[in-house]
């Protein structure tokens, strides 16, 4: 069974910037997805798992950016330009999407981190 362990949320003003980390008990490819009140959870990015090919949702391109180091099995997120709209719970997940396409659907991972809360306030 692969552990994900989440760190980094918390609460922010808009604008400003937050850092998740999510650490794996293995290496494989990592993504973020988030899911606010009332609402279904969505992807946000990932990371592939050989080449390091990066993911995103149109919501956060240009402000989130994924990496992982792979010595530590840890994927990152770094949030900048936090919007309100960007407030949810965050959850890392890992896995082997079969092809690009999985990269941004739930059932492209098979493990998930517990969930950290990003709050941000306008």
């Known amino acids: 069974q692969v552990q994900l362990v989440e760190s980094g949320g918390g609460l922010v003003q808009a604008g400003g910037s937050l850092r998740l980390s999510c650490a794996a008990s293995?290496?494989?490819?990592m993504g973020w997805f988030r899911q606010a009140p009332g609402r279904e959870r969505e992807f946000v990015a990932a990371?592939?798992?050989?080449?390091?090919?990066?993911y995103y949702s149109d919501s956060v391109k240009g402000r989130f950016t994924i990496s992982r180091d792979n010595a530590k099995n840890t994927a990152y997120l770094q949030m900048n330009s936090l919007k309100p709209e960007d407030t949810a719970v965050y959850y890392c997940?890992?896995?082997?999407?079969?092809?690009?396409?999985?990269?941004?659907?739930?059932?492209?991972?098979?493990?998930w981190g517990q969930g950290t809360q990003v709050t941000v306030s306008s």
């Open positions: 990371i592939g798992g050989g080449d390091g090919s990066t």
């Open positions: 997940a890992a896995g082997s999407p079969r092809s690009g396409s999985f990269y941004y659907i739930d059932r492209g991972y098979d493990f």
């Open positions: 293995g290496r494989y490819a």
